[in-house]
């Protein structure tokens, strides 16, 4: 059975995996050169008081110097060497973690839009190069300062030894009381934080409805489950680290008085007596670090764990071979669409093709299906079943990055992003004035971008300029238009327009004719229909109507005027279709099945 294959985030720590043996390499040299101060005091008492020479101790001093001094070039190399580590994880994983935050916000429908992955990454980061994660590579060292402790006298070793199990036991309890309070603190935190995204993001719907203080006490209930369970884990960790520390501290001192005992006992020199309560403390302080940075280990390893879990799901996009520039020609076939997160179908097995250049508006009442469609035209929602095909080939096998600059697409829902109007227009790719204006005399606004401040590098979004509903509309179909693409896709191109907005977008989509694109506009207004070729009408998620304009008018007025004469008996069969002339070689026209 073939094992899954390793994401970016386990990838990242292996390419560190040399840098990591560096630091256990260099904590080797540190811890033992911490054994120094306490040789030097050994020597000093054994025999320079012994002895009485200053020169012994002029030497001594000057090796225990250049070896401490060594220590703390060691201890600065180690400490550079983990930052230059989360830089590098950082470089090897932002895009990763980008691009699988935006794919969950994208599969999501934008309910799960949230940049926690990258703040996980940087909380990650910030563990690697701080103090606390040099506590786990000090640890492993006490075995070894217990048996120099041993050396010293046995009962140096066994109050060691019984120090240490009673440390590691309080970190156990440490981990049990406070690991899962934390966690859940963190996931309450997160779920705080992206609800209070949202709402601010309709800050005026808020401020205009009095719905703050009843958003706040929400929030407020939210946050204050989150203020009880990290107080609940805090005092629990502060109960342990004082536990810790007040224990370190007493132990260090009860060696001391050991020492003292069994110097006047003449079974250790007079070093023994302050050589084994340094020794000790040095001993136990990783484990007592460890557990006065418990918090942020928690921390680090729920950020770990949702990166690697974010990571895990995201497929690796298999390489595809370059396909030719598209012309345009659409084909659905048997198209199944659902919401993301959800199994009710939208789109209920339908069927549709437009040729390359042809002009259709999709029409129909509200949660029709229009909307959807017009994401699953572009690749933006996946079929459970069936497929969109754009000149022969499926849209989710065109690569996106290729595909996109004959792509336009104006959303309902007008976003656009902190930068200046031509960058807005131009995709945030490098801005071709000649492109960016073309696209703007097409979009009818040209001439309201000259009259902004700074024209087309006026600075929106942020602390920029604030344009109007209608403005942003009109520059989000300038974006849609640029670079000529073949496939354009406007939902409800003229919901924020006034009449001067409305005949801007006529006269955009009599020159988009000319360059034989492929239109689709869905619309709630009947004034756009007459500049279309084509209409297809959609209820409940299927196509009622599909054909030629005229037609499809046609069949609508005589269904009207059907349904206001009195009834008359139905036939067995009702057409889904309008047919016309179409491309020579299919017909003009498509069906739809339930």
Known sequence: ????????????????RDSFISVGFFSFFINALMLVPTFYMLQVYGRVITSGSLTTLTMLTLITTVLLVTLGSLEWIRSRVM????????????????????????????????AQALNDLTGLRQFLSGNGLFAFFDAPWLPIYIAVMFLFHPWFGWVATASALLLLALAFVNERLTGPALAEANKEHIGATLYTTKNLRNAEVIESMGML????????????????????ASDSGAIISTLSRTFRILVQSL???????????????????FAGSILLGRALAPIDLIIGSWKGFIAARSQYNRLNDILDKQQAQPERMSLPAPQGHVQVENLIVAAPGSRTPILKNISFSAPAGCMVGIIGPSAAGKSTLARALLGVWAAQHGVVRLDGADI???????LGPYIGYLPQDIELFEGTIGENIARFAEVDSVKVIQAARIAGVHEMILQLPDGYDTVIGGEGFMLSAGQRQRIGLARALYGSPRLIVLDE?????????????AAAIQQLRQTSATLFVITHRTNIVSQLDRLMVMNAGVISLYGPREHVLAELNAQRQQAQTPAVPASTGTASVVAGKGDPDEPYGAHSSN
Not at 1 to 16: F, I, Q, T, V, Y
Not at 396 to 402: I, M, N, Q, R
């Open 1 to 16: 059975m073939r094992s899954a294959p390793e994401n970016s985030l386990k990838k990242a720590l292996k390419a560190c």
């Open 83 to 114: 930052v230059r580590v989360s830089t590098r994880l950082d470089v090897l994983l932002s895009r990763q973690v980008y691009r699988a935050s935006f794919k969950r916000a994208l599969e999501s429908g934008g309910m799960d839009a949230s």
């Open 213 to 232: 203080e009843t958003l706040m006490d929400r929030w407020g209930r939210r946050q204050r489950n989150v203020l009880l369970l990290q107080s609940a």
């Open 255 to 273: 060696v001391l008085g050991l020492g003292a005992y069994l110097a006047v006992d003449n079974q250790v020199g007079a070093g023994l007596v």
């Open 396 to 402: 989710s096998a065109w690569d996106k990055h290729e």
């Open 493 to 505: 191109p003229n919901s924020n327009l006034d009449d001067v907005g409305d005949r801007a977008l």
